[in-house]
């Protein structure tokens, strides 16, 4: 099991605690795809969204994905690497009711009023309505494989277990299987990532359980009608070269998903917004303020970095059907906000806040993230940090023009004609580098432009305010720069 999306226990479990008194309530078992069904109808109906957390595919993905559900398909998500394809496929659990009863002991998570294996029939039938039941949290409802090579049929549907037959068992007991995953996943939902990466003689196993809803384990006559919802992930570059989907599995899913990477740059920073919130310590984008561990990366930082990731997407040094993923755009993200961390221990600033000084940090930290095309030799490795510091600044000039058009910085600009230079660095706190400017005219008003409110305009965003800027002022040829490693100087 892995943690979902939805783990949260909102409610405490039921009351009933034996068959006869859930019988009592008037509970009856639900399949699955009946309770995903109407509880996304449920959502539909009250305006709600249907896969919460899930960015840029409303109007696309999630759609599909909706359809699928209510028409009680098993489903084949497709898409290049980091499109969310596993966050979508775990967000899918919250849809399930928060609570569903289960017989306590069951390795199916049998409903107490549809026993499916021997062992549960028996136990009904011994107890009758003194029967334990147990209540199963939807988070708990979740199975998943990352298929691999070495995956076998064992993994995930099972096999004999010699420990119960040499406890006395014979062979022909069913209850000496030990089951797979797929099976222990009973009334939930199980997920194979990667299913072009299983071996076709291990898929040929899944055929049973998308249409007929049993499973076979080493010719045993067992028959378990599992219920449960399939779905799988697969890359396209994956899905045609390297591995397949046989076409009997194929035919047996009933939608197939296209992703995507955000379409829009609203959507691109929608998503470093929610990444950043839940993913390295703390990072707090825009405008929040907080202690140490707590640095913040201003509005337009996060917008350069959507805005780069997009041009490394784009550009044709990069292979295209490798894709390039929403981690690298995250992973960009905490790097200038370690880099903000690192300065503020070193020259002892109080709020770490990211600057434009930062940004460098990116692209050796992401370089891992891109396949080039046509990538090998050492001239190559030196061709793609250029292309990316290109890139780089090139959505910073982006960035620049956006937010700044319009903008009156002849007052910033004036400081250098008197052949003046104000000097900057990784490692230079933000009253350092204020101090070299003196009174800087329209600042209130450069901040607002940058989405800092009056409240929360402390030197550190002032800091990385006015380096932005300097360096758009650069970036449009109106100031010159000189960088030596972590030392960058702004001069006329």
């Known amino acids: 099991m892995v943690e979902v999306t939805d783990d949260a226990r909102q409610t405490p479990a039921p009351a009933p605690t034996t068959l006869g008194e859930l019988r009592s309530t008037g509970a009856t078992a639900t399949p699955v795809k009946s309770e995903l069904r109407a509880n996304l109808l449920a959502r539909l109906a009250a305006g709600e969204p249907s896969l919460p957390g899930i960015v840029g595919f409303e109007d696309t993905v999630v759609p599909e994905v909706e359809r699928a559900l209510l028409a009680g398909h098993d489903l084949v998500l497709l898409g290049e690497r980091g499109q969310g394809k596993t966050r979508l496929i775990r967000t899918l659990v919250g849809l399930f009711d928060e609570w569903t009863p289960v017989l306590i002991g069951s390795e199916l998570n049998e409903h107490p009023m549809a026993p499916v294996s021997v062992w549960a029939q028996r136990q009904v039938a011994e107890h009758g309505d003194a029967t334990p039941v147990g209540w199963l949290h939807r988070s ?47 009334r939930g939902i199980f997920s194979i990532n990667e299913l072009p990466d299983l071996a076709e003689r291990i898929q040929v196993a899944l055929l049973n359980v998308l249409e007929e809803r049993d499973v076979q384990i080493r010719g045993y006559r067992v028959r378990l009608p599992l219920d449960l919802l399939l779905v799988a992930s697969a890359n396209p570059e ?69 805005r780069f990731t997009r041009l490394v997407r784009e550009s044709s040094h990069v292979d295209q059907r490798s894709g ?20 503020a221990a070193v020259a002892g600033e109080t709020q770490p806040v990211a600057r434009v000084v930062d940004l460098p940090s990116i692209v050796p930290a992401s370089r891992g993230k891109v396949e080039f095309a046509d990538a090998g030799s050492d001239d190559d490795d030196d061709r793609e940090v250029e292309v990316l510091e290109h890139l780089l600044r090139q959505a910073t000039a982006q960035t620049f023009r956006a937010r700044c058009a319009g903008f009156d910085l002849t007052g910033l600009q004036e400081h250098f004609t008197a052949g003046e230079v104000v000097e900057s660095g990784e490692l230079v706190p933000a009253a350092a580098l204020l101090g070299q400017l003196g009174t800087i005219p329209k600042l209130a008003e450069l901040l607002g432009r940058l989405g800092v409110p009056e409240g929360e305009q402390s030197a550190e965003q002032a800091a990385a305010a006015v380096e932005f800027a300097l360096e758009g002022l650069y970036l449009t040829r109106r100031l010159a720069k000189d960088t030596d490693g972590s030392r960058t100087v702004y001069g006329a």
């Open 324 to 343: 390039v993923s929403a981690r690298f755009a995250i992973a960009g993200l905490e790097t200038i906000a370690a880099s903000a961390v690192r300065r």
């Open 140 to 186: 708990d409802r979740f199975g998943e494989k990352l298929a691999t090579p070495d995956t076998s049929v064992g993994d995930l549907i099972g096999d004999v277990d010699p420990i119960k037959v040499a406890e006395g068992r014979t062979l022909g007991d069913p209850e000496t299987v030990h089951y797979g995953l797929v099976p222990r996943t009973n």
């Open 238 to 306: 994956d899905y045609t070269n390297r591995g397949r989907i046989i076409t009997p599995l194929k035919d047996r899913f009933g939608a197939e998903v296209r992703t995507h990477y955000p379409l829009e740059l609203a959507d691109e920073i929608r998503l470093l917004h929610q990444e950043a919130q839940t993913s390295w310590g703390g990072v707090t984008t825009g405008t929040g303020s907080g202690g140490l561990d707590a640095p913040v990366v201003p509005e337009h930082l996060v917008e350069i970095v959507a």
